[in-house]
């Protein structure tokens, strides 16, 4: 059987085991969020066996120094693994900025101890003390003097308790930085563009509005926000702002109650449409089937997915 080490400790574990569970099991706290690839929090690097699931997921750089995603990871063989500790490998940064939103919804403003090059729409992996989660950047770099994150506090949750507790001045540590499926291509500047979003899905999307208003996008652009209330719709009145600075721009704001109905009536103007879409998979997948029979074209749909962990 393959025997993992980690410092001091081995053990064996099963072939073609899930890295990410056999660390866990083990004890090896190695924090997780999608378990798809996509969030990056479980970095970990390798020395050995491994089945790598999704060996783009990563760069070329970091492959070559041994960085893998634990949980795309089979274990084939033995395997020695160092795990990303945010005070070796992490960026450090300052609490510059603490809100409430909405009663759910927590405005986290960060300062970087150096600056740090990013696009709307990016990831960017959090850690407070052992404790780490992925969330997207809904600042605008040529924008903002700081990095800003929108956290959903509705659940108690390891990182969320923890982060209610901050107050400007603390520290937190920055962990990868990853591209995300959101942005907006400036080769998009006449055609009619969708953002649609749930919950804090309105983040990202809300940096990516800004962008395509700072490069005078020249289609009509149409967000729609999905809340559980009227109390969910946290940047209510920045868009509406928006919306009466841009002919071009319009904002729908719905319920859960509203949803079905409000669903059922969507149709797309153009055929041209392009459609980003961000927030709770159950949602994510009804926008998506809506646009797909309405006749979005599948290559046209960009989305990414918030699985929460708190």
């Not at 995300?180 to 500047?189: E, K, R, V």
């Not at 309105?202 to 800004?210: N, S, T």
């Not at 962008?211 to 969910?232: C, K, M, P, S, Y």
Request: charged share 20%.
């Amino acid at each position: 059987m393959p025997e993992l080490h980690v410092g001091e400790r081995h053990w064996s574990v099963a072939s073609g085991s899930n890295l990410l569970d056999a660390l866990n099991l083990a004890g090896v706290a190695v924090p997780y969020s999608c378990r798809a690839g996509s969030c990056h929090a479980c970095l970990v690097r390798c020395q050995g066996e491994v089945e790598d699931k999704q060996p783009d997921a990563l760069s070329p750089a970091q492959r070559q120094e041994g960085w893998r995603l634990a949980c795309q990871c089979a274990v084939s063989g033995d395997v020695r693994v160092e795990a990303f500790d945010p005070t070796r490998d992490g960026l450090a940064a300052h609490v510059v900025g603490v809100d409430w939103l909405s009663p759910t919804v927590l405005r986290l403003r960060l300062q970087p101890e150096r600056g740090l090059r990013y696009r709307a729409g990016q990831h960017l992996v959090l850690w407070a003390g052992p404790v780490a989660r992925p969330y997207s950047l809904a600042s605008l770099p040529q924008e903002d003097p700081f990095l800003e994150f929108h956290l959903d506090c509705r659940l108690p949750g390891e990182f969320s308790d923890r982060a209610r507790q901050l107050r400007v001045g603390d520290s937190l540590r920055l962990g990868e930085l990853r591209g995300g499926a959101l942005q907006y291509d400036p080769d998009w500047q006449s055609r009619p563009l969708w953002l649609l979003a749930s919950g804090t899905g309105l983040g990202p999307l809300w940096g990516v509005l800004r962008e395509a208003l700072r490069q005078d996008h020249q289609g009509t652009i149409r967000v729609i926000h999905l809340a559980h209330d009227a109390d969910g719709h946290y940047l209510a009145e920045p868009l509406a702002q928006l919306a009466a600075q841009h002919a071009s721009l319009t904002v729908e704001l719905w319920t859960a109650a509203q949803s079905a109905q409000a669903m059922a009536q969507l149709r797309l103007v153009s055929r041209q449409t392009l459609a980003l879409l961000c927030g709770h998979p159950a949602s994510v997948e009804a926008f998506s089937k809506r646009l797909f029979l309405a006749g979005l074209p599948r290559n046209q749909l960009l989305a990414d997915v918030f699985l929460s962990r708190g």
